[in-house]
């Protein structure tokens, strides 16, 4: 499946660490490349990467170092909960109340506590919909409040699929609202994940924390 005419873009993450340093946590997404890529991120000191898929996630992550912080970034299926969570340490796309029960029950099987971001559809002009409308947001909080074993650390959104700056600032600007009024209410709200390859710049302006960078990361060879 994999093609090895990638690699890591030792450049590009140098300037991407310069840019984020002190500011935000960059999670390097490393879906669709290979262990060997990704070892080569992790040798210039990254830890922490980003899947979307759990049968990739499931694969890569065994012949990799244990050190790795593996998010799921993608859409989850509660049936591939169970096997993804021997690996992941954060689950940023936690879209509804019946995959937090699933995670919940799994993580109490494991014996642990996971992390978890809710994700948040902000784009509403956008097609593509996964994550939950915002108006959820508190009934969401209060829904998971009672499931010990997981923790919603924070929320994650994506910008909007256009080039028009101001559409992109104003949805990173709800996005940062949208945080802000949960951390005043959640303490263990602090973490707000926003921020691709093609705008993340804008993110960071809007008070971004943790930023999801896949594809500059990675140059053809
Ligand atoms: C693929 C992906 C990213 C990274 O996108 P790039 O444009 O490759 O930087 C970030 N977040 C999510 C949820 C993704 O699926």
Redesign the pocket.
Known sequence: MYYNVYMFAEKEYAAVRRETEGRAVLCT?S?KHSVTEIRQAYDLGQRIF?E?KAQELCRKAPELPEDIEWHF??HLQRNKVKQILPYVSCI??LDSLRLAETINREAERQNRVLSCLLEFHLAQDDTEKTGLPSSEAFAMMEACTPLANIRIDGI?A?GPNTEDETRIREVFAEGRRLFEALQAQYPSVHILSMG???DYPLALEAGANMV?????LFQEE
Do not use: T
């Open positions: 997404v879906k980003g979307n970034i993608g940023q796309s994650m994506m691709m390859s093609d999801r960078i896949g594809s500059k």
